[in-house]
């Protein structure tokens, strides 16, 4: 399971998970990221991407998963 920062292309930065959303957790190394992926939405992980909690930098994006990182890591 692994949680990153990923670049929307202009639309700015979100906190996304390689885990599939109903799929148990995996405790193995992250798998390589598919057009379809799971997103943060501040309170909770989503799949539609409209959800997603959005950051205008990297930076600030890396830090909120460093300074939330057990609500992040929970169900991600």
């Known amino acids: 399971m692994g949680v990153m920062t990923r ?5 700015g930065f ?3 998970s390689d885990r599939i959303l109903g ?12 057009s379809t992926y799971l ?4 309170d909770r992980w ?3 991407m409209i ?3 959005t950051f205008t930098t990297q930076e600030a994006a890396d830090e909120y998963i460093r ?6 890591m929970k169900d991600g």
């Not at 670049?7 to 639309?11: K, L, P």
């Not at 799929?23 to 598919?34: D, G, I, Q, V, W």
């Not at 997103?39 to 501040?42: K, L, M, R, S």
Request: proline share 3%; charged share 30%; no cysteine.
């Open 67 to 72: 300074a939330n990182s057990e609500r992040v």
């Open 51 to 53: 959800d997603a909690k």
């Open 39 to 42: 997103v943060w939405t501040g």
């Open 14 to 16: 979100v906190v996304t």
């Open 23 to 34: 799929e148990p957790k995996n405790t193995h190394a992250a798998k390589r990221m598919s």
């Open 7 to 11: 670049d929307q292309g202009g639309g």
């Open 46 to 48: 989503s799949s539609d």
